[in-house]
């Protein structure tokens, strides 16, 4: 039997784009991210990157430098907890190696360009790309856990269309403004104490057990604890 062979498909690239292409990969003084915003793909200098990173890291509030790697500690103490709530029989025995991974890896800090607010100077938003880390596998279970509890929050919009619909209970006048907040790097100004007490009160007004809330809060307490990461070297 004759095994069936496809044709390749066109390259959808001219040879001068190809060329820029390669030409663009062998510059090494050239960082290329998305945008935050827009779905744009932007080009900075190495240097500038290297500026903005380091004036992010460089926040002590948000930021500490560590002289040594806690990469094996927090391992083991994410498979102490798991082992733990193995044996209460929370979790089943399988779950042990879904949520321990055998190699972690070290989760790595970059962030993305705001031209949507400067063109020249874009601010950056920090993200920390944790896929194959330690916490990882907990992290996204812990996700899978509380999602459903998340609608019942009392400030709760699931998109546009529910804040609108959510203003449609107020009686409008004219003397009152419509005011939007931002703040800048939400998730690296949350205090973790506070936000355990918040997951704290969600978990109080659902019917989950006493076990499901004692893990919920001991998982996201490691996690939020042990949240690191490598910049460059």
Not at 64 to 85: C, F, N
Not at 158 to 177: H, P, S, V, Y
Request: net charge negative; aromatic share 10%.
């Amino acid at each position: 039997m004759s095994a069936l062979v496809f044709p390749e498909a066109p390259p959808n690239l001219t040879d001068d784009e190809t060329q820029a292409l390669k030409w663009l990969k062998s510059q090494e003084d050239i960082i290329v991210k998305p945008a935050d915003k827009g779905g744009n793909v932007v080009l900075m200098t190495r240097q500038y990157y290297t500026e903005e990173a380091n004036k992010k890291l460089s926040d002590t509030e948000v930021y500490l430098p560590l002289s040594t790697s806690p990469l094996p500690s927090i391992q083991v103490a994410v498979s102490e907890l798991v082992h733990r709530y193995v044996v209460l029989g929370f979790l089943p025995n399988a779950m042990s190696r879904k949520l321990v991974p055998a190699y972690p890896v070290a989760p790595v800090w970059y962030f993305v360009p705001k031209v949507h607010k400067s063109l020249t100077h874009p601010p950056g938003r920090p993200i920390v790309a944790g896929i194959g880390s330690a916490t990882e596998p907990l992290s996204a279970y812990l996700d899978w856990l509380l999602r459903p509890l998340l609608s019942g929050t009392p400030t709760y919009l699931k998109d546009t269309g529910d804040f609108l619909r959510a203003l449609d209970a107020f009686e409008w006048r004219q003397d009152f403004q419509l005011i939007s907040l931002d703040v800048e790097s939400l998730f690296t100004r949350i205090p973790h104490a506070l936000g355990l007490q918040a997951i704290q009160v969600a978990l109080a007004r659902s019917n989950k057990d006493q076990v499901f809330c004692n893990f919920v809060l001991e998982a996201l307490d490691l996690v939020l604890s042990n949240n690191v990461f490598l910049f460059g070297k």
